[in-house]
């Protein structure tokens, strides 16, 4: 029988600190290593680092954060799909946006704004949409 997912306590959000930490250390590493080993462009290599990133995130989540021990499911992964996506446009979109505005092309500032704005939507979806209990609405 399943259990319905954590969603306060401090496990819960040292859970999500730890698993979001993690993942960020993950994109700016591969981030970081793509720049420095490969001709791609940075804003292809930001790709290649949220791709990464939001395996590693994923699978974290769903066991520190939310504290789901059962195998995930067709719908759930259709569900953190959608939300991974929108959050991770959002990063990127975000991204690209500081890029242009800010002077110097400030990379690592850039990074870390951008992934702070997906980290709140990635959350709320999270929380409210991908791991909700199946007697929610």
Wanted: aromatic share 14%; hydrophobic share 50%.
């Amino acid at each position: 029988m399943a259990h319905p997912p954590q969603t306060s306590g401090i496990r819960h959000w040292l859970g999500f600190l730890v698993s979001g930490g993690t993942a960020f250390a993950i994109d700016a590493g591969v981030l970081t290593l793509l720049i420095w080993f490969t001709p791609m462009p940075v804003l292809v290599c930001r790709l290649c680092s949220i791709m990464a990133a939001m395996v590693i995130g994923w699978q974290m989540h769903r066991r520190l954060a939310f504290g789901l021990r059962s195998a995930g499911t067709l719908r759930e992964f259709l569900r953190l799909a959608s939300v991974a996506w929108t959050s991770s446009a959002i990063n990127y979109g975000t991204f690209v946006l500081l890029l242009f505005l800010l002077p110097g092309k400030q990379i690592y500032v850039s990074m870390f704004l951008s992934s702070g704005l997906a980290m709140i939507m990635s959350y709320l979806g999270y929380r409210l949409y991908v791991f909700r209990s199946d007697k929610e609405p």
